[in-house]
Nanobody
């Protein structure tokens, strides 16, 4: 069974940085599409970033140029490096794996950016 465990959220001032991690078990990160989504209070879940099995990276317009998705195959973990954070980046962040026609989600981690 595929399981995702997130870590790395927290409180940071505007302009600061955070790195989120998503440890994966039950499948191999290099074989799948991996992504990050976020959901702010009262809003729908929003696409943030994706890395494909071919190492192609895609980003949502709101985070382009500030966030970077990466993976460590040896640790079977993928990451979201977030720089130049803004108060509007405040949300619960979820990691996602698309495997065998099924979406799997992490438990979510809160990121709060103070102004």
């Amino acid at each position: 069974q595929v399981q995702l465990v997130e870590s790395g959220g927290g409180l940071v001032q505007a302009g600061g940085s955070l790195t989120l991690s998503c440890a994966v078990s039950g499948t191999i990160v290099s074989d799948n599409f991996m992504g990050w989504f976020r959901q702010a209070p009262g809003k729908e879940r929003e696409f943030v970033a994706q890395i494909t099995s071919g190492n192609r990276r895609n980003y949502g317009d709101a985070v382009k140029g500030r966030f970077t998705i990466s993976r460590d195959n040896a640790k079977n973990t993928f990451y979201l490096q977030m720089n130049s954070l803004k108060p509007e980046d405040t949300a619960v962040y979820y990691c996602n794996v698309y495997h065998a026609y099924t979406n799997y989600w992490g438990q979510g981690t809160q990121v709060t950016v103070s102004s």
